[in-house]
Nanobody
């Protein structure tokens, strides 16, 4: 059974930093593209960052230069380092595993940035 468990969310002031972690089980982690998405109240879920099995990354324009996605295949974990947080980054952040035939999602972790 595939499972993704996120951690690291919380409340932070604008300009602060947080690091999200997503631990995966039940998949061959090293060959999978992993991603972070977010959903703010009243908005659609959107891609924040994605990293392929060979380390190629892509980011939403709104987070480029502030957020960094990375992975540790030995720990089956993907990270999202978020610096320079803004109130508009407030959302529930979801970890995603692309299994090609289907997408798997974590339960989400709340990130709240106060002004």
């Amino acid at each position: 059974q595939v499972q993704l468990v996120e951690s690291g969310g919380g409340l932070v002031q604008a300009g602060g930093s947080l690091r999200l972690s997503c631990a995966a089980s039940g998949i061959i982690f090293s060959i999978r593209t992993m991603g972070w998405y977010r959903q703010a109240p009243g908005k659609q879920r959107e891609l924040v960052a994605r990293i392929t099995s060979v380390g190629t990354t892509n980011y939403a324009d709104s987070v480029k230069g502030r957020f960094t996605i990375s992975r540790d295949d030995a720990k089956n974990t993907v990270y999202l380092q978020m610096n320079g947080l803004k109130p508009e980054d407030t959302a529930v952040y979801y970890c995603n595993a692309d299994l090609v035939s289907r997408q798997v999602w974590g339960q989400g972790t709340q990130v709240t940035v106060s002004s």
